[in-house]
């Protein structure tokens, strides 16, 4: 078992960066395959990012070019760093863990997220 802590999360102006940070503790962090979803008021929880065990990373298209998403796992951390930001990004964002060399596209296919944390873009 994992448990998720999301932070770094705030309120930037577009165009501006902000980098996320989720610290893992309980199991061995490396061996999951990690994400970032988000999930904007009344809307469903859509994919942003994802690593596999080994590093490969994967992007949505709306975010290709703009995130990074990356893992230290000498520090049980996932990190999101965001930049040239948008409008269209604010959104509480979560960090999964999924117990496999995979990844998913959906939120429902991992085995534990955190509370999220709430980044909002002002236009």
């Known amino acids: 078992q994992v448990q998720l802590v999301e932070s770094g999360g705030g309120l930037v102006q577009a165009g501006g960066s902000l980098r996320l940070s989720c610290a893992a503790s309980g199991d061995a962090f490396s061996r999951y395959a990690m994400g970032w979803f988000r999930q904007a008021p009344g809307k469903d929880s859509q994919f942003v990012a994802a690593?596999?065990?080994?590093?490969?990373?994967y992007y949505a298209d709306s975010v290709k070019g703009r995130f990074t998403i990356s893992r230290d796992n000498a520090k049980n951390t996932l990190y999101l760093q965001m930049s040239s930001l948008k409008a269209e990004d604010t959104a509480v964002y979560y960090c999964?863990?999924?117990?496999?060399?995979?990844?998913?596209?959906?939120?429902?296919?991992?085995?534990?997220w955190g509370q999220g944390t709430q980044v909002t873009v002002s236009s």
């Open positions: 999964a863990a999924r117990d496999s060399a995979w990844i998913r596209f959906e939120l429902k296919d991992y085995n534990y």
């Open positions: 690593i596999k065990r080994g590093g490969s990373t």
